[in-house]
């Protein structure tokens, strides 16, 4: 693997052909029954509403588009395992989040604030790799309180990658591995049979180049390696690959749970979050 680590010391991908287990996404797979669709009565804990946006220019909003948004939000409370919840939407467009007490509210907000779109892209051949690790350094120097300095900063390391070969819908599972004796954490990613086939053509043809490819989570790199020049006529075969980086274990985790529940099939937002305590009756308990 060390072929793969020539200029990005911090990341890299590999082979293998290795097949994973039933993921999130697979159709075999279901939810916790301790996840209902109705909203719980009696109830306290976090109330949590998500807003769903129309995709520019198509249509308002559609049943079919809202309840794919609240699946990827059901696959992504799964994750908290924090039970019982209940996750309910409206053709309004609004999906409606009931925590319990000893959720992780703040983790739950930043996981659903998130869009969770993964994608894979080349490096674009006029752009220097010097530029990339200077403004990956520089990201890495700015607190990640600063919101708009960060958007700057991602935004410029976007714009020296080209459009995705590979996206979420290419990807079945993800997890996160413990590299022994070193200690480095590590996201496994398995994709889907036309994410492998897309995986292996696109290392094809980026192998040797000393081109980058730009492992993105909603537009913001998380790893950049690079594809030694013996797969330039055979690609990397498997259908699995490894995404390695300065995570810590909270990082990874977030990161492979998003990457698992997919990409939200549309924009959203957090419109409101607040404590609840209702009554058997859905009124809420005064006081609250």
């Known amino acids: 693997m060390e072929h793969l680590r020539q200029q990005y ?28 669709t109705e909203r719980l009565c009696p109830f306290t804990g976090s109330e949590l509403i998500l807003e769903v946006q129309a995709i520019a220019p198509n249509p308002p909003l559609t049943p079919a ?29 609004h999906i409606t989040v009931q925590l319990p007490p000893d959720a992780d509210v703040e983790q739950a907000s930043q996981w659903l604030r998130s869009q969770g779109e993964l994608t894979f892209r080349p490096q674009k051949a006029e752009s220097a790799t010097a530029e990339l ?27 020296l990658f080209d459009a995705p070969q590979i996206s979420s819908g290419d990807v079945r599972d993800a997890w996160v591995t413990v590299r022994t004796p070193e200690q480095f954490i590590e996201i496994g990613v398995e994709f889907n049979e036309v994410g492998a086939q897309n ?37 990397i075969p498997g259908n699995e ?15 492979a749970a998003q990457i698992r529940s997919g990409a939200f099939p549309a924009p959203t937002s957090i419109a409101s979050l607040q404590p609840i305590n209702l009554n058997a009756s859905c009124e809420p308990v005064a006081g609250n």
């Not at 309180?145 to 976007?158: E, M």
């Not at 053509?201 to 913001?220: C, K, N, S, Y």
């Not at 690959?241 to 990161?255: H, N, Q």
């Open 133 to 159: 690790n200077t403004l990956f350094r520089e990201r890495q120097a700015i607190p990640v309180t600063d919101a708009a300095a960060l958007a700057a900063i991602n935004a410029n390391i976007l714009a």
């Open 65 to 93: 588009l809202i309840q794919a948004t609240a699946d990827v939000v059901l696959e992504r409370v799964t994750e908290l395992n924090a039970f019982p919840a209940s996750i309910v939407w409206d053709e309004s467009g």
């Open 9 to 36: 010391p911090y990341a890299y991908c590999y082979r293998s052909l290795v097949l994973a287990g039933c993921g999130l996404l697979s159709s075999s797979c279901v939810a916790p029954p301790s996840i209902s």
């Open 199 to 235: 995986f292996t053509e696109f290392t094809r043809e980026i192998a040797g180049t000393g081109q980058a490819v730009g492992i993105f989570l909603d537009d913001m790199l998380i790893s950049a390696p690079v594809v030694d020049a013996s797969f330039a006529e055979t690609g």
């Open 241 to 255: 690959a490894v995404i390695a980086g300065a995570f810590s274990m909270a990082e990874a985790e977030e990161i």
